[in-house]
T-cell receptor
């Protein structure tokens, strides 16, 4: 398996624009997580899915953030409209029962 | 709720020496897992080692070992024979029952920055 695949690796966008981050988890994993990493707050769990169903989105900072998992092999995290304070590295991770495997992350810069 | 604490924001070690990175945790669940991840400057999160709460022996993976002291709720990472390539951020994480009820949700500490000097 190629591991967790995220795209894009880097995204620079203007404030107010819509941003969509994509994730392909490891085949067979039934948990998918979206994390945000910043210097100030460290690694924050934004939302997680179990068997494609969103279980807990209490970490999503605002209504501007939304996430979907239409099938077992694909998930998106959308920010609309984006703001400069959303600049961070966004990680997707998946697991079955043990350690979480992370994607390479998407470095988002909102100017 | 589960909580992970890493009290060392930064550590320095001489090449070829051993170093211990501290991690304490708090949970009321009898079943949980503890992990360490390495994040080099390139940014990826690399899984290093896992310890289950019921494991009798400390986990080891090559130069990495996890000093698991259940009564003290600590899970320190020991890196033996440090190498320059070990310079990175190290995160301790715990898998346990989340507030939402999910069982495999990792919670992360704030990390420790390790610098290995030649």
């Amino acid at each position: 398996d190629a591991g967790v695949i995220q795209s894009p690796r880097h995204e620079v966008t203007e404030m107010g624009q819509e941003v969509t981050l994509r994730c392909k988890p490891i085949s067979g994993h039934d948990y998918l997580f979206w994390y945000r990493q910043t210097m100030m707050r460290g690694l924050e769990l934004l939302i997680y899915f179990n068997n494609n169903v969103p279980i807990d989105d209490s970490g999503m900072p605002e209504d501007r953030f939304s996430a979907k998992m239409p099938n077992a092999s694909f998930s998106t995290l959308k920010i609309q409209p984006s703001e400069p304070r959303d600049s961070a590295v966004y990680f997707c991770a998946s697991t079955l029962t043990g350690e979480a495997f992370f994607g390479q992350g998407t470095r988002l810069t909102v100017v | 709720a589960q909580k992970i604490t890493q009290t060392q924001p930064g550590m320095f070690v001489q090449e070829k020496e051993a170093v211990t990175l501290d991690c304490t945790y708090d949970t009321s669940d009898p079943s949980y897992g503890l992990f360490w991840y390495k994040q080099p400057s390139s940014g990826e999160m690399i899984f290093l080692i896992y310890q289950g709460s019921y494991d009798q022996q400390n986990a080891t993976e090559g130069r990495y070992s996890l000093n698991f002291q259940k009564a003290r709720k600590s899970a320190n990472l020991v890196i033996s024979a440090s190498q320059l390539g070990d310079s990175a951020m190290y995160f301790c994480a715990m898998r346990g029952v989340h507030a939402s009820g999910g069982s495999y949700i990792p919670t992360f500490g704030r990390g420790t920055s390790l610098i290995v000097h030649p």
